[in-house]
């Protein structure tokens, strides 16, 4: 069997050897994201974010996105790229790597990819989607990442969010802060 790169490990180095090769494969590397066949896979919806404490918000949202396509590419801030969003200086809790790999595991996410840079604008520029969907939370038009899939006849859309569930709030109850 061939070894697979898995976001910094190859799965005959993972310390768990369990998981599935259709699990690894659902992971593409930032620099393959161009090289990739595309065309079977319109409309191709993406969205991203840090994901670090996965909850029901973060499920219904890609499950919603997945709705609007044919596949959902899903990039995945690296911790680099997740520390620069001022969410505190202990986050991500979990690591580049578990936060792919338990992205990759939902039904609704066709694939995962990480990105380094503050913005996704580097991997939109590579695929090009039909549609680039972000939480409510944002001002869509604001976005840099609305104006490029713009400039290609895509669409951006802000989807509303699951009321209550937030990653950071979550953090604060655990933590015994709320």
Request: with cysteine; hydrophobic share 40%; glycine share 8%.
């Amino acid at each position: 069997m061939a070894e697979r790169h898995c976001v910094g490990l190859k799965a005959s180095q993972s310390p768990m050897a369990s998981i599935p090769q259709s699990l690894l494969d659902k992971i593409i590397a930032p620099a393959d994201i161009g090289r990739h066949d595309w065309n079977g896979a319109r409309p191709m919806v993406f969205t991203n974010g840090v994901f670090d404490l996965l909850h029901v918000g973060h499920v219904a949202y890609l499950a919603a996105a997945r709705a609007l396509g044919a596949t959902l590419l899903v990039g995945v801030n690296s911790d680099g790229s997740a520390r620069q969003l001022g969410k505190g200086p202990e986050r991500p809790l979990n690591s580049e790597r578990d936060r792919s790999l338990v992205i990759a595991a939902l039904q609704s996410v066709s694939y995962v990819t990480l990105f380094e840079e503050a913005t996704p604008c580097e991997l939109l520029c590579r695929c090009r989607p039909d549609l680039y969907v972000k939480g409510g939370d944002y001002d869509i038009e604001a976005l840099e990442e609305t104006r490029l899939v713009r400039s290609w006849g895509g669409r951006s859309l802000a989807m509303p969010l699951l009321s209550g569930y937030s990653t950071t709030a979550l953090v604060r109850r655990i933590r015994g802060h709320e």
